[in-house]
């Protein structure tokens, strides 16, 4: 059985060094998916919601959110992150958001990928939720996870 890398030999939570590691550059993607009633997505493409352009707050606060995950996430490795982009994919009844990052450093980026795909929803629900009270946020996962 694997052992966690987060707890020492006590079982005590420490956060794992990572000095001796090379950087190198590494590349998360993760996603969520926003399920809504058709009509939020029709008002969403007209962009005729009462809190108006949903997509672009939702965008800004999914690369806010990813830039201080060390901030949010005990022990996790504050990164200097190289890019970071949310998209989305509007379809009949839901939202697909997904937030690619990226850096040059000894730790991986999925934290980030993970942090930004979940507040871009939280975002997304927040400014929905005047109009639909049905939704709900499922499917956040890593999707990709690459070392160059």
Do not use: W
Request: proline share 3%.
């Amino acid at each position: 059985m694997k052992t966690f890398s987060h707890l020492d030999g006590r079982g005590a939570a420490h956060m794992v060094n990572v000095g001796a590691k090379p950087a190198q550059r590494r590349r998360a993607t993760a996603e969520a998916t926003l399920i809504c009633q058709p009509a939020t997505i029709r008002a969403l493409r007209r962009k005729a919601l009462p809190k108006g352009d949903v997509l672009t707050v939702a965008q800004i606060a999914g690369i806010q959110a990813a830039k201080r995950t060390a901030e949010l996430i005990p022990l996790c490795h504050p990164l200097a992150l190289c890019h970071v982009a949310i998209n989305f994919k509007v379809l009949r009844d839901r939202v697909r958001l997904e937030c690619v990052t990226e850096t040059q450093a000894s730790t991986g980026v999925e934290m980030e990928a993970l942090t930004g795909a979940s507040v871009a929803a939280l975002a997304l629900y927040d400014m929905c939720k005047a109009v639909d009270q049905t939704m709900r946020i499922t499917a956040v996962r890593v999707t990709k996870k690459v070392k160059a």
